[in-house]
């Protein structure tokens, strides 16, 4: 299927690149994991002794990362090429270059055929995005990779209610002669502009471990984000500690455009101790007590000139009810908008604590900018 996929996308892409109204290229260098995926710059590791505390002894790691993106859009058809590339090492060796993309085809204005190996944001529930994050997690993006088809349809006399349908598929070659591994992905969001949004994703549904979640979201106040969700096997361990069983996301965010502050905070948490290991329900126990995987995110944003913009961001993940597991990072940042439309920078200091104390601190340094941008 990976075959098919790839032919897919690369006819896609040329088709799109011939008739594109607009193509858009755009370079990230550096890393900054909260915003691109990426890996901290520097990073020093706390070194620890036989008993396993720290020494204060900090090991040095160098992390060179860069994506370069193709974007191009028109009529009928927008896609994606995306070349990455990470390493540790300038001689080559322990480095890593992974070609992404999509391509999506819209014959109508109400259906669309996407297939690619990452959609990203591309086909996902308005109401499972994470304001303190700036994310949609997996379990609220409909799709996420192979291919599938998306419906769009706009009700109302001012056409103000919208609702989406799709569904796809993803896996591997044999994945149409196994049901577990058949990769079977649908959703749908539903929303009312200015008042609601809700939604559902059902992915991987023929397996013994399907992942369920429901979202509804308030949109009636202006600069504000509210949302929650219900989530059956959560297994997106970006934004949980674990897996777990039963999970509830809520997240809350409000931007004071007057005064240039955007505050923002996310907590995911699941609601007992059972996790799914191949369709079985295990559960979290540490000396016979049951313990609960949870996370917090804080995001605080302050625009201090038309240039800078500074900020902190904190995250708190833990196992409730064993305190040795708590694991603390905070991250205070500043973004610098260069001059002449050569992109921003931002860096910061990035710092991670357990119970022991300081494990190891980072240097972020992001840089992204646009190379060129054509519109027809």
């Not at 500074?310 to 500043?334: L, R």
Request: net charge neutral.
């Amino acid at each position: 299927m990976k075959k098919i996929i790839s032919a897919l996308v690369a006819g896609m892409m040329v088709c799109g690149a011939v008739s594109a109204q607009s193509i858009k290229i755009a370079n990230t260098f550096g890393g900054d994991a909260d915003s691109t995926g990426g890996s901290d710059l520097f990073t020093f590791q706390n070194q620890k002794d036989d008993e396993g505390s720290y020494k204060n002894e900090f090991g040095n790691e160098t992390r060179v990362s860069d994506r370069l993106q193709i974007d191009a859009s028109g009529e009928k058809f927008d896609g994606r090429v995306r070349l990455e590339f990470d390493t540790t090492k300038l001689n080559g060796k322990e480095s890593t270059i992974r070609l992404r993309g999509y391509g999506r085809f819209k014959p109508i204005d109400q259906f669309q055929l996407i297939a690619g190996n990452d959609f990203s944001t591309k086909v996902v529930v308005d109401a499972g995005y994470l304001a303190a994050s700036d994310d949609n997690p997996k379990y609220g993006r409909i799709l996420q990779s192979g291919f599938g088809a998306i419906s769009n349809w706009t009700f109302g006399e001012e056409k103000n209610i919208n609702v989406k349908l799709a569904g796809g598929f993803r896996g591997t070659d044999n994945s149409f002669l196994d049901k577990d591994s058949l990769g079977l992905d649908a959703g749908l969001s539903f929303g009312m502009r200015n008042v609601f949004s809700a939604g559902a994703t059902f992915q991987n549904a023929t397996s013994n471990s399907p992942s369920i979640a429901g979202f509804a979201g308030l949109n009636a106040v202006e600069n504000l984000t509210l949302n929650v969700a219900y989530i059956y096997n959560d297994t997106d361990t970006d934004y949980i500690t674990k897996t777990a069983k039963n999970a509830v996301s809520l997240t809350a965010g409000y931007n004071f455009k007057d005064a240039g502050l955007f505050i923002a905070t996310d907590v995911i948490s699941a609601l007992g101790n059972e996790y799914l290991e191949k369709g079985e329900t295990k559960t979290y126990e540490k000396s016979g007590v049951a313990i609960i995987p949870f996370l917090t995110k804080l995001n605080l944003a302050y625009k201090a000139t038309d240039n800078i913009t500074v900020g902190a961001k904190a995250k708190v993940a833990m196992m409730i009810g064993d305190s040795d597991s708590v694991k603390t990072e905070i991250y205070p940042n500043v973004t610098y908008k260069l001059p002449n439309k050569m992109g921003s920078l931002t860096t910061g200091l990035r710092l991670n604590l357990d119970n022991k104390g300081l494990s190891k601190f980072a240097i972020p340094f992001n840089w992204k900018c646009t190379l060129a941008e054509i519109k027809n």
